[in-house]
């Protein structure tokens, strides 16, 4: 497979006039198109619609396109909040499939993509174990997909999640079935985590045997250093995208992965950046995309100095946290076009999240880039 990566600005979440342009130019093939994620300028909360918005115009543009059943395999998933310097933007994901072994004179592995979705969930069953079993199924159909042999060539799991409605509980309690919380808000950190926990299930990074109800968003020692979980109102089901350096790939394209110990931490930043050869100077790669999770550390304190991100009463914290780690990347890169997500529950350690580096090489023989 030839897997490439567009990032898109857009002025409003229902804004496709970018997309438009590069499929009417020829420049993007929608039939290779297999996900878009999006960051949209809403608060990243239960009723943030701005999600929906993006997801209902992408949905019916890939329908009308490709056909009803061709575009709705496309996976679309939005993660509200653009706080700080984010650039709201869409980043597309296309994959195309030949015949024949990879043709790449420097052997290696490159950029492979794989995607899956889980059956509906229903609201009983968010953030609980069933919900961590079922993304792990999925999770691991997906790495069939993207034809990725090894657990550690995956340094990128992307996992859209549902959340719990007022609607949703009240159904859920007319039937005799209790929800994980009748709180919707934190009924997003609860399938957050349980999504994670999943893809650490399915990498082997937690055994499943050890996944009980209660110790979702309770043991933050348990977690996946390559998830990144996002939660709203506009699924029912999980979608899951993995990012995966294989031999059965070719293109110029590589990812590569580290893990933030806190919001901070331009260390893992930089780490990550010289796993794939991108850096600020003396570069071998050129940035294509970042992928990261924010999350303000629950002890409230970060490198021994105390924040207010928990304590705000006008900001949700989850917002704080996108707009430092947005910070410390775009600075890093230059660049605040880059996605963000909030809320890193099982995501990476408590306080900290995983980051994910898409570069394109320049040098395809430079052997350090062969991951």
Not at 72 to 93: D, N, R, W
Not at 139 to 149: F, G, H, P, S, Y
Not at 181 to 199: E, H, I, P, V
Not at 219 to 245: F, Q, T
């Amino acid at each position: 497979m030839n897997c490439s990566m567009h990032r898109i600005p857009m002025a409003a979440p229902d804004d496709l006039s970018g997309l438009r342009r590069l499929v009417d130019n020829g420049h993007l093939a929608a039939a290779d198109v297999v996900a878009v994620l999006g960051k949209t300028e809403g608060n990243g909360c239960v009723n943030d619609f701005s999600r929906g918005l993006a997801v209902r115009e992408l949905d019916r543009y890939f329908r009308t396109l490709l056909g009803e059943d061709a575009g709705s395999k496309v996976l679309l998933i939005m993660s509200g909040g653009t706080e700080g310097v984010l650039s709201p933007h869409f980043t597309v994901i296309c994959r195309t499939r030949r015949s024949g072994a990879p043709k790449r004179a420097s052997g290696g592995k490159a950029l492979s993509v794989g995607v899956a979705r889980t059956p509906p969930i229903p609201p009983e069953n968010i953030g609980r174990a069933t919900h961590v079993r079922l993304v792990a199924d999925a999770v691991r159909t997906a790495l069939v997909d993207a034809e990725i042999r090894r657990d550690s060539d995956a340094h990128y799991v992307q996992i859209k999640c549902p959340l719990l409605t007022t609607e949703s509980v009240a159904e859920a309690a007319s039937r005799g079935t209790s929800t994980v919380t009748d709180d919707t808000y934190k009924s997003m950190a609860f399938s957050r985590g349980a999504s994670a926990l999943g893809a650490a299930v399915a990498l082997g990074e937690v055994e499943l045997e050890l996944v009980t109800d209660e110790m979702i968003c309770s043991r933050w020692d348990r977690y996946s250093s390559v998830a990144s979980a996002s939660a709203g109102s506009e699924l029912k089901h999980c979608e899951v995208l993995v990012l995966g350096n294989s031999a059965a790939a070719e293109g110029d394209l590589v990812v590569g992965h580290d893990v933030m110990r806190d919001a901070i931490d331009v260390g893992a930043v930089q780490r990550a950046a010289a796993a794939v050869g991108c850096q600020p100077v003396n570069a071998s790669a050129e940035l294509v995309q970042v992928f990261a999770k924010a999350e303000a550390d629950p002890s409230g304190v970060v490198r021994s100095r105390r924040h207010t991100m928990l304590s705000d009463s006008d900001i949700n914290h989850t917002r704080h946290a996108r707009a430092v780690v947005g910070g410390v990347v775009a600075a890093f890169f230059g660049d605040p076009m880059v996605y963000v997500s909030g809320g890193a529950e099982h995501q990476g350690p408590s306080g900290g999240g995983p980051i994910a580096i898409v570069a394109r090489r320049v040098d395809a023989s430079r052997p350090h880039l062969l991951l």
